[in-house]
């Protein structure tokens, strides 16, 4: 496994090896690709892991040429067994950070305890409101007037990690769930880049 | 008591009899004394009624030539009591609307029920996040990186009635307790009177 680059005594900083991680179209991921195509972020994407075989996410990230694992969790008995194997996959391919791009599970003890620090999620609210499942169309029915997108560090709880930046936007009277996914998404792509931007300078 | 102004039928609408409770400053009730008297909105304060009769809002109330009430808690051998008088001093002046400015209790059925959907509170979050006392300092603790303030008609929740408008502030790494406070405060003053305006010209 290579160096975490985020001391500040190395300088100029070797660039990030990211794993990300997806369960379906993997936007995120794709924006963050492009980021780093363009040079904004210091980065490689090492590898892409799913939970779901069929993730049009997965099968982008293979005809742009990055390396790619899927992992059935009904395929093992235990969570543990199957994230020892998506850890085996990020070892093998020297991720440093870990990215949750739209990867619907909750990271167990196994998964998070190695890459505890060094993995970050992307939520669809400010959180700590709407944590969990559905965060859009809970702000809609809560009727709240602006909700927006968090990345945070993950940890042990759902959504409730360290936050590292938010993004506003604002939530109009005609919204439905998906003009409001929408809207959120547009700047979590804008988000996530740049939050990825900032660690992959050494923080 | 005066007929509320809302309905959509009566045009010109006949200025918003506004009750304000406050325990302390007051410093929302003058944003909007000033509101007023610039003409932005179509009101006037019938009463400004303090749980705390040293409060400086109720002072400067007096002192501007408001129609003033204090009611000590202490003073009542149940709450139902001490709003029952709240109540009949909101009665007596005709009160259409009751605004919650820094006003720091829970309102009781008694007091809520005559005015439900006619009660507008402001609290320094964007709600549903820390609701109740101290929600600058939990924004901090929980280490957002936006904040604000929501207006929401009052229901028999802690800060969880219908919310009618929310606006956000930034949250700086060098923020303390007061400085965010004073931030979020500002905007409250330009939220509050805004709200009240809208609600004024019969929602």
Same mark, same amino acid.
């Given at each position: 496994? #290579?160096?975490?680059? #985020?001391?500040?005594?190395?300088? /100029? %900083?070797?660039?990030?090896?990211? +794993?990300?991680?997806?369960?379906?179209?993997?936007?995120?991921?794709?924006?963050? &690709?492009?980021?780093?195509?363009?040079?904004?972020?210091?980065?490689?994407?090492?590898?892409?892991?799913?939970?779901? /075989?069929?993730?049009?996410?997965?099968?982008?990230?293979?005809?742009?040429?990055?390396? #790619?694992?899927?992992?059935?969790?009904?395929?093992?008995?235990?969570?543990?067994?199957?994230?020892?194997?998506?850890?085996?996959?990020?070892?093998?391919? +020297?991720?440093?950070?870990? %990215?949750?791009?739209? &990867?619907?599970?909750?990271?167990?003890?196994? =998964?998070? #305890? /190695? &890459?505890?620090?060094?993995?970050?999620?992307?939520?669809?609210?400010? !959180?700590?409101?709407?944590? +969990?499942?559905?965060?859009?169309?809970?702000?809609?029915?809560?009727?709240?007037?602006?909700? +927006?997108?968090?990345?945070? =560090?993950?940890?042990?709880?759902?959504?409730?990690?360290?936050?590292?930046?938010?993004? %506003?936007?604002?939530? !109009?009277?005609?919204?439905?769930?998906? $003009? !409001?996914?929408?809207?959120?998404?547009?700047?979590?792509?804008?988000?996530? $880049?740049? %939050? =990825?931007?900032?660690?992959?300078?050494?923080?």
């Amino acid at each position: 496994m #290579t160096t975490s680059p #985020t001391s500040q005594d190395d300088k /100029p %900083v070797a660039p990030l090896s990211l +794993g990300i991680l997806i369960s379906g179209r993997g936007s995120n991921m794709k924006a963050i &690709y492009g980021a780093i195509q363009d040079g904004e972020i210091n980065a490689h994407i090492a590898v892409v892991v799913s939970d779901n /075989p069929e993730s049009e996410g997965l099968a982008w990230a293979a005809a742009n040429g990055l390396k #790619t694992a899927s992992f059935s969790r009904q395929a093992f008995a235990k969570k543990s067994d199957f994230e020892t194997a998506i850890l085996k996959t990020l070892a093998d391919h +020297g991720v440093d950070w870990v %990215v949750l791009a739209g &990867y619907m599970r909750l990271v167990g003890k196994t =998964l998070l #305890t /190695p &890459y505890q620090g060094r993995m970050v999620n992307i939520h669809p609210s400010l !959180l700590p409101a709407f944590p +969990g499942l559905h965060a859009q169309a809970q702000a809609l029915a809560y009727g709240v007037k602006v909700s +927006g997108c968090t990345v945070h =560090l993950v940890d042990n709880t759902m959504d409730g990690g360290p936050i590292i930046a938010q993004e %506003v936007v604002p939530v !109009l009277p005609e919204d439905t769930v998906a $003009s !409001l996914s929408d809207r959120i998404l547009s700047v979590e792509h804008v988000l996530f $880049s740049r %939050v =990825l931007k900032v660690i992959s300078q050494g923080f």
